[in-house]
């Protein structure tokens, strides 16, 4: 163990990208739980990936800007998309979803077949990044997630507007994947609402995000000091986490 690995100035930015995540995914997990809808992050942020990848292609990766311009714009498209097909074809949207899920993901592949860092893209769309993450960065995306929140708790759009649910998904999942990866924003999003469904409302938020605090903390720590990739600690420790406190929860229900 490399216990010199523990570097705040390092697992600091890392963790509070974490909190960040959890402050929009744990109450959105909660909603995709109810509407029986899992996979849908999983395909917003391979539709937003697509933009990620595109912009690239067109060379504007130097330009955060319009980067975050592609990726917003091509998952909001997606998420318009399944809010159609949701009014449509209700009964099998679960099977769109998941349709949908693997044409993004193939056409990342295909978008990076010739360019000679394509793995290094791809690996870093799905595990992510997030020892790399600064405190500066974490500025717009703190930004963000506050509006998301604001709008949807304070203003309850999602009351007053049927497509509000897919829109601040889309919004939302799109500026985590570029913080965290696919993978970590699937498992931030699911386990903590799962491990926590049998709870009443306002519990099961608390004791989901005291969840996602604990699994991110042990996840980044366990990572630096075995030196494993980061993003993949996490995901497992939010999954040994959120088994531990649903046999909890279910012993004292």
Excluded: C
Aim: proline share 3%; no cysteine.
């Amino acid at each position: 163990m490399n216990w010199q690995a523990l570097d705040l100035s390092i697992l600091g930015p890392a963790f509070l990208a974490g909190i960040l995540v959890l402050s929009t995914h744990v109450p959105l997990g909660r909603l995709v739980l109810k509407r029986g809808i899992i996979f849908i992050d999983l395909a917003i942020a391979q539709i937003a990936g697509i933009g990620v990848i595109a912009a690239d292609l067109f060379g504007w990766h130097d330009n955060p800007w319009q980067v975050q311009i592609a990726a917003v714009t091509t998952a909001l498209l997606g998420a318009l998309l399944l809010r159609w097909t949701e009014k449509r074809f209700a009964d099998v949207q679960e099977a769109l979803i998941g349709v949908l899920f693997v044409l993004a993901a193939t056409l990342s592949l295909l978008m990076l077949a010739n360019n000679p860092q394509g793995g290094e893209h791809l690996k870093d769309l799905l595990v992510g990044q997030i020892l790399w993450v600064s405190y500066e960065q974490l500025i717009p995306a703190a930004v963000i997630y506050a509006v998301l929140l604001f709008a949807w708790f304070v203003l309850k759009i999602g009351d007053k507007f049927a497509s509000a649910f897919y829109l601040t998904f889309a919004v939302s999942v799109t500026v985590s994947v570029q913080l965290v990866g696919v993978y970590l924003v699937f498992a931030s999003l699911i386990v903590p609402a799962l491990a926590t469904q049998k709870l009443a409302t306002k519990r099961q938020l608390s004791y989901a995000f005291l969840l996602g605090i604990i699994a991110y903390a042990l996840g980044l720590v366990a990572s630096a000091l075995f030196d494993l990739p980061s993003g993949a600690v996490i995901v497992w420790s939010l999954a040994v986490t959120g088994t531990l406190m649903a046999i909890l929860i279910k012993r004292a229900v």
